[in-house]
């Protein structure tokens, strides 16, 4: 498995970056995690729109699908200059009715609904479900292909369940919108400790922090970690490549 970090920004992108979207490659399958704002613009400088072959989506925060509309007319518009591309499986709970129908766009995308309980197969991913501790429904993702596995948390505060669900993980990619002298766990985000302690608990070989917070020195945050885990730490940056 190949990830590429396309934005890694919490709420909004700062300039010139994006917000959360991960692309994860394998055997020439390509998925896109989350599609956050000025994800299309970044996504551009490793593959087209029209050459994604399935998107999943943990919630649907702005900062996570604001991009899903120019998805679609991004592929509605090389369907007339150019070979029309097939059809979109954008793949997101049901939680939320009013979100989940707008994933389907005329023949360009079909929204499918996850069921959060059931392992979902998609391409050469394998994809189990943890339910996030958030303001809206959430959902973590553990990805398995080829006999590595990458966990993504969402955006969630910290809970026990992510130990075992991210146990011995090749890499953990966790939401890391505090600074650990602050307390996320009322806007449903967890802090540098938290991220570093889960890391440790769960065993996984190497810790992602991303959605990243839009002050202070962010090196203090895989500092903070580093207290609790001591295993590989890097942050989140737009371009960042990582082989399992």
């Known amino acids: 498995m190949k990830l590429t970090i396309i934005g ?7 300039k010139g970056g994006a917000s959360s ?3 994860l490659e394998h055997d020439g399958f390509s998925l896109l995690i989350d599609c ?4 299309l613009s970044k996504l551009q400088e ?3 729109p029209e050459e994604l072959d399935a998107v999943i989506l943990s919630h649907y925060h702005p900062d996570h699908i604001a991009d899903i509309g120019v998805l679609l007319h991004a592929r509605l518009i090389q369907g007339f200059i150019g070979e029309k591309p097939p059809v979109l499986p954008i793949f997101g709970h049901n939680m939320d009715k009013k979100e989940f129908s707008k994933l389907t766009y005329k023949n360009i995308t079909k929204g499918i609904a996850y069921d959060p309980v059931q392992k979902l197969r998609i391409g050469p991913f ?4 943890l339910h996030t501790v958030h303001p809206v429904p959430c959902y973590a993702m553990r990805i398995e292909a080829a006999g590595k596995s990458f966990v993504y948390t969402g955006d969630t505060a910290y809970k026990d369940d992510f130990a075992s669900f991210a146990r011995n993980a090749d890499m953990l990619l966790c ?6 002298n602050m307390d ?24 992602v922090l991303t959605h990243l917070p839009h002050y202070g020195e962010l090196n ?9 885990y001591e295993g590989n730490i890097m942050l989140a940056e737009e371009g960042l490549r990582i082989t399992l």
């Not at 939401?175 to 650990?180: I, K, P, S, T």
Request: charged share 15%; aromatic share 12%.
């Open 126 to 129: 394998a994809i189990t479900f």
């Open 21 to 23: 979207g991960y692309l």
């Open 175 to 180: 939401e890391c919108n505090f600074y650990g």
């Open 184 to 207: 996320g766990k009322g806007a449903g985000h967890m802090n540098s400790i938290d991220a570093g302690m889960l890391a440790s608990r769960a065993n996984v070989k190497n810790l």
């Open 36 to 39: 956050g704002s000025a994800v």
């Open 8 to 14: 890694c920004w919490g709420g909004y992108p700062r």
């Open 46 to 48: 490793y593959i087209h």
């Open 220 to 228: 203090e945050l895989a500092k903070e970690a580093s207290k609790q």
